[in-house]
């Protein structure tokens, strides 16, 4: 029995490490434009809305404002069949480090404060 059960867990990690070859390759490029983030702070709180606006897209990176605020330190991962998004805006409390994912034609992200300690979720959508 424990001989079994150590080739069913080898079999299992050997699963787990080997590539997946149906990984399909995404497009960053529909990230560009303007979007309507929803910064509501609970889910029963009154819409709060401002702009992400992604202006260009150069390989690995994006140029654009988020709040207003110029963004900084953009980078783009689409290794794992999603495109996913972090970047820095800062104003006079600190920095804010934002991360998405592109789930549809939406993005649901974070903002994390460190001069104002606080994370919050907040999601985004092209205005039609």
Known sequence: MRILLSLL?????????????????VDPQGLI??????????????AYFQEFVVSSIK???FTG??????????RINT???TVRIAFVTA???GPYNHSATLVGNQLEGLTNSTGRDFLSYWSAAKPK
């Not at 434009?33 to 009154?46: F, Q, Y």
């Not at 404002?65 to 953009?74: H, L, N, R, S, V």
Request: aromatic content about 8%; charged content about 20%; glycine content about 8%.
């Open 79 to 81: 290794d794992w069949s």
């Open 9 to 25: 867990s080898l079999a299992l990690i050997a699963g787990c490490a080997a590539p997946n070859k149906d990984i399909k390759s």
């Open 33 to 46: 434009g303007v979007w309507k983030v929803d910064l509501r702070p609970t889910p029963n709180a009154p």
């Open 91 to 93: 104003d006079q409390s």
């Open 65 to 74: 404002t988020f709040y207003g605020a110029p963004i900084e330190q953009a």
């Open 59 to 61: 390989g690995k990176t």
